[in-house]
């Protein structure tokens, strides 16, 4: 399976956020798309990204003062991407290799979607649950 059917199944949308919003604007549009992340954009497209984790680790060192920071402040600007043709599998590795839980999805440079460790999970639950039916039709001759 690859990452073109994974966005196919919960489509290609990608909340963004500008580099100059506070982390508390970041914060609202986490809460208003119940997301983890966001990608960052510039003028000239994907800039960084943005998490949770992010906000909470730098909260503890910054304090309250974290909150009317930009979020260029605290993103990441080395961003892990991959492409719709590449396997699911694949990315499941990447993800746990580099520690990431979103990665934006690059088509041709441009922002095609972004996938969380929960849509690969998701996805490799299902074709569990595909194989398993197919087994089981398979020995009752079905």
Known sequence: MRIA?????????VAT?????????LLAELATH????????GPDGMVGMVSERDVVR???VRGAD????PVSEIMTGVVVTCTPNDPVDD???LMTNNRVRHVPVLENGRLAGIV????????????LQAEQEQLQAY???G
């Open 34 to 41: 119940n997301i983890g992340a966001m990608v960052v954009v």
């Open 116 to 127: 969380s460790i929960g849509d690969v999970v998701k996805t490799r639950m299902e074709q």
């Open 17 to 25: 956020i500008t580099e100059t919003t506070t982390v508390t604007g």
């Open 5 to 13: 059917d994974v966005l196919r199944g919960k489509g290609s949308a």
């Open 58 to 60: 730098q909260l503890q």
């Open 66 to 69: 974290l909150l009317r920071m």
């Open 139 to 141: 020995i009752t001759g």
């Open 91 to 93: 990315l499941a590795a």
